[in-house]
């Protein structure tokens, strides 16, 4: 395993192009042997290209690659030792599934006995058991995508295991099983794991840190709660979370205040060097209480619609022509009515030009 460095590191497909436009902006990241990371972004954001370029498909236009200080920007796939497991199945059909899983040791010539020993463990870990003897090409496309990770985690001498949307065709529930395995399997083994989705739910429940992606840039990394609770930009809060963060357009009033529809709201964050009159408030929608009487940080909405979601329930009002949502407790009575809200100070965000201050 190691520490994998990447310096100003940007890629164009294109770079001959008058305009070249990055699939990737130019940026630095480090990940920490044995770290469990997730890449989440929209399609597009550049997920891929990351991955590729860390693995040697992809020569990157710009920077270095390190691997445990080490530069390998220049080496092939196979000189930098990584395994890669891509969204759709790899897999050798003329070969039997036990075959298939002890081919990353077979080609290093690792011995027999630590072959077998290895196939048994990571068959065990993903329920292949049963299925060691029986040939590839007859398997359905979830089984196929299940030998492919089996590849992927059957070598423990690895610099780092990627994973792209490994789960895309394997069904949910199984894929809930299978998110599980993978955190033992990284816990067990501190294998540097970096899994890319565009599921925020799968990357927050799998990751010790994610790493937010948009439009070829990284816009904030940090713990699932760290992008909870201070979302660096808006489109991190609208990004993360469900229902998204609730953002409101408003005017700076103070050092630690800002209005809108008539309501004055103290934050926690520092106004005073701000420079824009027009500022956005974002708080999630699990933070803002319904009080019963008007007073300090509250605005009074209008609910439009009370959904019971079993866990709890989710209520849409409206204050000033913007839209407000907030989770409530499953018995909590909600009136279909005006009702005072309360935003409290040190869940509040404030963002300038969509950057949080
Ligand atoms: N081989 C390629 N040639 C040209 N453009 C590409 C190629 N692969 C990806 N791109 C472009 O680079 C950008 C990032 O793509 P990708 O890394 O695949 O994103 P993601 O995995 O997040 O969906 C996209 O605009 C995509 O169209
Ligand atoms: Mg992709």
Not at 165 to 171: A, F, Y
């Given at each position: 395993m190691a520490k994998i460095e990447l310096q100003n590191i940007a890629h164009s497909y294109?770079?001959?192009?008058?305009?070249?436009?990055?699939?990737l902006n130019p940026f630095n990241m480090t990940w920490v042997d044995g770290g469990r990371y997730a890449i989440l972004g929209?399609?597009?954001?550049?997920k891929t290209t990351m991955l590729n370029i860390m693995s040697g498909i992809v020569q990157p236009s710009e920077g270095k690659l390190l691997f445990n200080d080490v530069?390998?920007?220049?080496?092939s796939t196979s000189e930098r030792n990584i395994a890669q497991v891509f969204q759709f199945p790899v897999i050798?059909?003329?070969?039997s599934v036990e075959q298939n899983l002890a081919f990353p040791l077979v080609c290093r010539n690792f011995e027999k006995a630590v072959i077998v020993a290895k196939v048994q463990e990571v068959a065990g870990a993903l329920s292949l058991e049963g299925l060691?003897?029986?040939?590839?090409?007859?398997?359905?496309a979830d089984q196929k995508q299940l030998i492919s990770l089996g590849r992927g985690l059957?070598?423990?001498?690895?610099?780092a295991v990627l994973m792209d949307?490994?789960?895309?065709?394997?069904?949910p529930d199984l894929k809930f099983r299978l998110r599980r395995q993978l955190k033992e399997i990284n816990q067990k083994y501190r294998s540097t794991l970096i899994y890319v989705t565009h599921d925020q739910n799968e990357a927050m429940t799998f990751a010790e840190n994610i790493i937010v992606m948009d439009a070829g840039s990284i816009v904030q990394v940090g713990s699932p709660s760290e992008l909870f609770e201070r979302p660096k930009t808006t489109f991190v809060g609208y990004f993360i979370g469900a229902p998204a963060m609730n953002f409101f357009e408003c005017k700076l009033e103070g050092s630690h205040n800002v209005s809108f529809g008539g309501a004055s709201i103290i934050t926690e964050?520092?106004?005073?060097?701000?420079?824009?009159a027009t500022l956005k408030l974002g708080i999630r929608s699990e933070y803002i209480r319904i009080v019963e009487t008007a007073g300090i940080n509250t605005i009074k909405a209008q609910v439009q619609r009370v959904e019971d979601l079993g866990t709890h329930k989710l209520v849409s009002a409206i204050f000033d022509n913007q839209n407000v949502k907030i989770k409530v407790k499953r018995d909590q009575e909600v009136p279909l009515d005006s009702v005072s809200l309360e935003f409290p100070a040190r869940h509040c965000c404030v963002y300038e030009k969509e950057q949080l201050i």
């Open positions: 294109n770079p001959q192009a008058a305009d070249k436009a990055y699939a929209p399609s597009g954001c550049g530069d390998v920007t220049k080496l050798y059909g003329t070969m060691l003897k029986k040939s590839a090409s007859k398997l359905t059957v070598r423990d001498d690895v610099a949307e490994p789960l895309t065709v394997i069904d964050t520092d106004l005073s060097k701000t420079g824009e």
